[in-house]
């Protein structure tokens, strides 16, 4: 288990991480998300203590990161799979990191053996490709068999088959007890994986709750009816004191009923109905709702006329202008 309690992060007058609080539990894939600037990664930083708080502390099933003896036999974490000895083999980066930890040297072929990577274990880590960097940082992170995993973009790199593994692995050790904590930016990858969700913004706490509550809480569910007879449908549920919205097509959509009521209302009526079907937001459109207040960097749409070519050296246009000749002529170009 994880629990951060006040966790706060100052870089002079930039507040990185402010008062966070939060746990991670065992037993289930719990989610970590947040806007590029949110403070993810800072505060994934402080778990491992790499980076130092201003406030606030982090346990590690009870204890301090510096206070666990052989600590990738508690934890382990993927945080960046670049952070390897390009000159070293697959296999003498794992066994340098065993021997550091106190970890038996069969384990290196076990973790190689689960991520695919068996066949270039004594290859230099400097020719590997992205996924297969991944690989090898997934392989660090399960190095000690620990109870407690995390993963910053896991599926960074992946082919599709790579991606369904890392899910299933996640899955599985979760299944096993274990707690673990993942961030992505890749809402559809996380919609299949995360039981529950942790989301920051501007380093602040947004919500700390269930997958379904937070598409429920953060998102529009409605019902949406069509059918041959619309005129008439409208009218039962207009009867049934039912207000419903006309989308066209012959559908309509109506907020707060349950489907079930809908569908016994119509058969009542004799009604034919072509579709009804609950609707509910994306993770995705949930998460857009209830950051968009948080989102630190913005991008905006070129103005209209512009060559979507990057601004030239000198500075930019202003905002109403495009990157084409009437800035160019104003630069003296």
Not at 308 to 328: K, L, S, Y
């Amino acid at each position: 288990m994880i629990e951060v309690v006040g966790l706060t992060k100052r870089y002079g007058e930039k507040t990185a991480v402010d008062q966070l609080t939060f746990a991670v539990r065992p037993g289930m894939i719990t989610g970590f998300l947040g806007p590029n600037g949110a403070g993810k990664s800072t505060t994934m930083r402080m778990m491992l203590d790499l980076d130092n708080p201003t406030a606030g502390t982090v346990r590690i099933d009870g204890r301090h990161y510096r206070q666990l003896h052989n600590p990738l036999t508690s934890i382990g974490a993927l945080l960046d799979a670049k952070a390897t000895h390009g000159g070293r083999s697959a296999y003498h980066h794992l066994l340098c990191l065993a021997q550091s930890n106190g970890i038996p040297r069969r384990r290196v072929d076990e973790v190689l053996e689960t991520v695919g990577l068996t066949s270039v274990a004594k290859k230099r880590s400097k020719g590997f490709s992205l996924g297969m960097g991944q690989r090898l940082g997934i392989a660090a992170a399960l190095l000690g068999d620990p109870v407690i995993l995390m993963f910053d973009e896991p599926v960074n790199g992946l082919d599709p088959e790579g991606i369904h593994w890392i899910r299933t692995l996640m899955k599985s050790l979760a299944a096993q007890g274990r707690t673990v904590f993942v961030s992505s930016h890749l809402m559809s990858e996380m919609a299949l994986t995360a039981d529950h969700l942790v989301v920051i913004g501007r380093g602040k706490l947004l919500a700390d709750t269930s997958m379904s509550d937070f598409i429920r809480d953060n998102s529009r569910s409605y019902v949406r009816m069509r059918s041959p007879e619309v005129e008439r449908l409208r009218d039962v549920l207009h009867e049934a004191g039912i207000t419903a919205v006309t989308v066209g097509n012959g559908a309509l959509e109506i907020d707060g009923v349950e489907a079930a009521r809908l569908g016994e209302l119509a058969a009542r009526q004799g009604l034919v109905l072509h579709e009804l079907s609950p609707q509910q937001a994306s993770l995705e459109e949930a998460f857009m709702r209830l950051t968009a207040g948080s989102v630190e960097y913005h991008a905006h749409a070129e103005a209209e006329g512009a060559t979507g070519a990057a601004p030239p050296p000198g500075g930019a246009p202003p905002p109403e202008a495009g990157w084409g000749a009437d800035w160019r002529r104003k630069k003296g170009a």
